[in-house]
C-alpha cells in the first residue's frame, strides 16, 4: 500500500521480552504455573506494540497521513484484538486460577 517492501530489523524491547519468557520458562516446572506466564508473556508483548502503535499513528496524523493512520489502525486493532483473546484464555479459561491453585 505504501510502495515499499517491509524489511526486518532488529527490536531490541521485543528481543528483551522473549529473553525473559525463555528464562522464565525455564525457571518453572509446574505445567499451570508455566501456563499463566506465558500468557503474561505474550500479553507483555502485545502491549508493547500497542504502545508502538499508538505512537506511530499519532505521528501519521500529525503529519497528515490518513492512509497511513487507517494502515496502521488496522494493525492496532487486531493487536488488541489478540490481547483480548490473552485475556479471555487467562481469565474466563482459567489460566490464571488454576496457576494460583
Known amino acids: 500500500k ?6 526486518g530489523t532488529d527490536c531490541p524491547a521485543i528481543d528483551g521480552l522473549i529473553k525473559e519468557s525463555d ?3 525455564g525457571e518453572i516446572d509446574d505445567k499451570s504455573v508455566l501456563d499463566a506466564a506465558i500468557v503474561a ?4 508483548v502485545e502491549h508493547y506494540e500497542i504502545a508502538r502503535y499508538g505512537t506511530l499513528i499519532a505521528w501519521a496524523e500529525e503529519l497528515g497521513r490518513d492512509d ?3 494502515f496502521l489502525t488496522t494493525n492496532l ?5 489478540a490481547n483480548t483473546k490473552l485475556n479471555t484464555v487467562a481469565l474466563r479459561k482459567g ?3 488454576k496457576a494460583a491453585s
Open 77 to 81: 486493532n487486531e493487536e488488541k484484538a
Open 68 to 70: 497511513i493512520v487507517r
Open 2 to 7: 505504501l510502495g515499499k517492501k517491509p524489511s
Open 23 to 25: 528464562e522464565t520458562a
Open 41 to 44: 508473556n505474550a500479553q507483555a
Open 95 to 97: 489460566v490464571n486460577r
